[in-house]
Structure formats: structure tokens, C-alpha cells
Nanobody, 126 residues
Framework: QVQLVESGGGLEQAGGSLRLSCAAS????????MAWFRQVPGKERAFVAA????????YYADSVKGRFTISRDNAKNTVYLQMNSLKPEDTAVYYC???????????????????WGQGTQVTVSS
């Protein structure tokens, strides 16, 4: 059974940095696409960044491009989201997601992903 466990959220001031981690278990992930989404109350879950586990291909939402970096550690089966130059509008619950299989169509949509973590709160104060 696939499990995704996020950690690393918290309270940070604007301009600061946080690193989120997503520990994946339950199967091999060499054919997986991993992603981070975020959600604020009353809004739909929004795509943040994605990575192809084997090739390391990455893709970002325009709102975080140049500030956030997604990466993975194959040995630890962990995906990271390094968040720099944080803004108050980055405040949200951040979710890790996994899609098992090949293909990239729909990479930025929630329906593309098969598994989700429980989420971790990130709060950025002004």
C-alpha cells in the first residue's frame, strides 16, 4: 500500500524559506510522477510543482517559478519542495501526490494523481 507522509511545514516570515519533505513507501517509484499541490480554504487544490522520479524532469506553476525547487532523493524515497522568498500568498496546506505510470498528460491536475498525503500547513506572515 502506497503511503505519502509530508513534513516540514510551519510558520515563516515573508522572505524566508521552508523545506517540505514527502516520504514515499509501499512500492518502487521509478515510474512515478510526484507533485506538490496546495489548498486554501474555499478554493480548489492548486498545482505547485512536479517531478519525474526517474529522469528528474521538473515542472512548476508560474506563481512559484524561480522561488521553489522540487527534487528527489532516490535512496531515501523522498521528494522535497524547497521554498524560498516566501510570500503571504504562499500560505496554504501543501499536499504531496503520486502518479504511478508513464505519460505526462494532465500532470498539473488533481485527477492525474493516484495517491495523496495528509497535508502539511505552511503559514507565511507579512
Amino acid at each position: 500500500q502506497v503511503q505519502l507522509v509530508e513534513s516540514g511545514g510551519g510558520l515563516e516570515q515573508a522572505g524566508g524559506s521552508l523545506r517540505l519533505s514527502c516520504a514515499a513507501s509501499g512500492r518502487t517509484f521509478s515510474d512515478a510522477k510526484m507533485a506538490w499541490f496546495r489548498q486554501v480554504p474555499g478554493k480548489e487544490r492548486a498545482f505547485v510543482a512536479a517531478i519525474n522520479w526517474s529522469a528528474g524532469f521538473t515542472y512548476y506553476a508560474d506563481s512559484v517559478k524561480g522561488r521553489f525547487t522540487i527534487s528527489r532523493d532516490n535512496a531515501k524515497n523522498t521528494v522535497y519542495l524547497q521554498m524560498n522568498s516566501l510570500k503571504p500568498e504562499d500560505t496554504a496546506v501543501y499536499y504531496c501526490a503520486a502518479h504511478i505510470g508513464f505519460g505526462l498528460s494532465g500532470l498539473t491536475t488533481t485527477t492525474f494523481y493516484d495517491y495523496w498525503g495528509q497535508g502539511t500547513q505552511v503559514t507565511v506572515s507579512s
